[in-house]
């Protein structure tokens, strides 16, 4: 399961956490669906996610996400002045496998007259280079598409992005 069990001590939370993410990263449905459900209850309801598991959350239920879902995260990012939580939404959303979606987010970070700090924008650029060959694959399309754009607002932002695409295919 992906919730929070009160009689759990530290180290099963962090079993549990890392075989989350295992479980995640291979795709398995049930630990997609169980996140994304998880995440849906959070968004539309309310429903508390722990300090631990708001990231494996937030990553693994977007995921797979709905367009609504998608943009609901996004919003949310928006709207939010929390520097924790617009990290933990940052990298979740960058785990998209939804191209469409991936390139719309990535799209956030060289929008003029967006709101993101540097590091935000930078982060935004970056993360999805640690999701897979399709993230990658689809952070490579949008410098192509978007270079121009890019090296004009920073060159230090695609130097980001060339250094995350090119370490993550080293390792």
């Not at 992906?2 to 549990?16: G, Q």
């Not at 075989?19 to 169980?34: R, W």
């Not at 700090?117 to 990658?136: D, H, K, M, V």
Request: net charge negative.
């Amino acid at each position: 399961g992906v919730s929070w069990i009160d009689e759990e001590n530290r180290t099963e939370r962090y079993a549990k956490s890392i075989a989350i993410s295992l479980a995640c990263q291979a795709q398995l449905p049930e630990c997609l669906e169980k996140a994304n459900h998880e995440l849906n209850e959070h968004v539309s309801h309310g429903k508390w996610i722990a300090p631990e598991y708001v990231g494996l959350i937030y990553c693994n239920g977007l995921r797979t996400a709905n367009a609504l879902l998608f943009i609901s995260m996004q919003n949310r990012l928006l709207r939010s002045t929390d520097e924790v939580e617009r990290w933990n939404i940052i990298g979740g959303l960058a785990c998209t496998q939804n191209y469409d979606h991936l390139v719309f987010f990535l799209n956030l970070a060289i929008t003029p007259g967006n709101t993101h700090s540097f590091s935000e924008r930078s982060r935004i650029l970056t993360a999805p280079a640690s999701n897979g060959e399709q993230s990658l694959i689809t952070m490579i399309e949008f410098i192509e598409m978007k270079f121009a754009v890019i090296i004009d607002d920073s060159p230090v932002l695609l130097t980001n992005m060339l250094n995350s695409i090119s370490w993550f295919i080293a390792s």
